[in-house]
Structure formats: C-alpha cells, structure tokens
C-alpha cells in the first residue's frame, strides 16, 4: 500500500504559467515532505522541503504549501520554464528522524512547451 | 564536482552472474542509503549506513543482496547471483547526518540482467 501517491503521471503547461504538482500521503507520524526534480539518466536532485510545522516554504519560483489536515502537498511553479521538464518526485521522511529512509510517489512528468 | 559518484553508470550481467556497484558520497556525509529504482516507479529504499554501521537493512529484497561501508565512507551494493527481477536502477543518496532530511542523489547504476 503506497504510503506517498501522486495520482497524476503527468501534466503539461504552457511556459510562463503556472505549474502545480500535487501529492498525497497517508502515514499522520510523517514529519518532513521533500520534492525532488529527475532529468533523464541523472539521479534526483533536491528541489525544496518543507517540515510538517509549517504550511509554506519558498524558493524563489517554487513555493510548497502543506496541508497537514487533508495529508496534502503541493508544489507550484511560477513561472514555469522549458527547462522545468522533469519527473518530480514527492518524498517524506520515514520514521520522524532525520537520517532514515524517504518514501518515494511514482512521480509526475512534467511538460512546459514554449 | 563534490556531488554523488557512482559506478558503473551501466552494467549488464548474465542471470546468475555476481555485481558490485560503488557509490562514493559527499565527502563527510555520514548518513548514506542505498534506494532501487524500477521502470515508472519512484525510488524504493534498500538499506541505510550511518558511518560504517549498518543502521537499517529492512529495504533489502533477499539475501542476495548486500551491502558495505568498510571505512565510512565508500559502500558497495553487491548482488549475488542476479536474477532478471534485479534489473533496475541503483541510486546512491548521502546526507551530512542526523539532523538533515535532505539526502543528496548520485546518478545512479543502471543494472540490465539478461
């Protein structure tokens, strides 16, 4: 049973709009959510995090909003780039430590067309 | 660069035959994980190296699979006598250590059984 989901295989947007990936969680004792950005034949590189204290966090075009009640997370992407597509993946931390495992979504291909 | 190394990148074997795959982390990371990736799937968690110690192996699909970290810093994933189940992508991931969620990928080994 998939503890992390992203019910979305993909989603394509125009460039200059906004992205908004999506991702849901199941385990309430998950205590930080990470996304990370996968380009073909690389390994995933770290995006942006957000710790379950918070709703928010920003980075510069990518905001992570964190709804705790509906075990919801969300990455936006203002304004999208051609460069953004990528799989993104959602990960959370495992056990409620630092240093232990992160549980993995499928991912979400994301397409921006020029 | 200071990032994630892995090697090989690519390595096909013949079922039934022994491999070894390398991941040298950040230099000074502590924390390092060992995560299997299959085809359209997120990257699933296999075993955890805080220093040398081997702090979680839960991950590890069966004892054909096995993994070091001598000294602290390198590790070897081997897997003996593969099976055609085995293919996938390897990925690397270390961190600074306790306290730090975000875990920092290498590009991954690509292991092909025929």
């Known amino acids: 049973d998939q503890q992390v989901k992203q019910n979305s295989p993909s989603l394509s947007v125009q460039e200059g709009r906004i992205s908004i990936l999506n991702c849901d969680y199941t385990?309430?004792?998950?205590?930080?959510f990470l996304w990370y950005k996968k380009y073909p034949a690389e390994g995933p590189t770290f995006l942006i995090s957000?710790?379950?204290?918070?709703d928010k966090n920003e980075d510069g075009r990518f905001t992570v909003f964190l709804n705790k009640s509906a075990k919801h997370l969300s990455l936006h992407i203002v304004p999208s780039q051609p460069g953004d597509s990528a799989v993104y993946f959602c990960?959370?931390?495992?056990?409620?430590?630092?240093?232990?495992?992160?549980?993995f979504g499928k991912g979400t291909t994301l397409s921006v067309s020029s | 660069g200071a990032g994630v190394s892995q090697s090989p990148r690519y390595k096909v074997a013949k079922r039934g035959q022994d491999v070894a795959l390398r991941c040298d982390p950040i230099?000074?990371?502590?924390?390092l994980f060992w995560y299997q990736q299959a085809l359209g799937q997120g990257p699933e968690f296999l075993t955890y190296?805080?220093?040398?110690?081997?702090?979680?192996k839960s991950g590890l699909p069966s004892d054909r699979f096995f993994a070091e970290r001598p000294e602290g810093s390198v590790s070897t994933l081997k897997i003996q006598r593969t099976q055609q189940e085995d293919s996938a992508v390897y990925l690397c991931?270390?961190?600074?250590?306790?306290?730090?969620?975000?875990?920092?990928f290498g590009p991954g080994t690509r292991l092909t059984v025929t």
């Open positions: 990960a959370a931390s495992g056990s409620g430590e630092a240093g232990t495992a992160l549980i």
């Open positions: 190296f805080q220093n040398e110690a081997q702090l979680d």
């Open positions: 991931a270390s961190s600074a250590g306790t306290g730090e969620y975000e875990q920092y």
């Open positions: 957000i710790s379950s204290i918070k």
């Open positions: 230099s000074g990371h502590v924390s």
């Open positions: 385990n309430s004792m998950f205590d930080y």
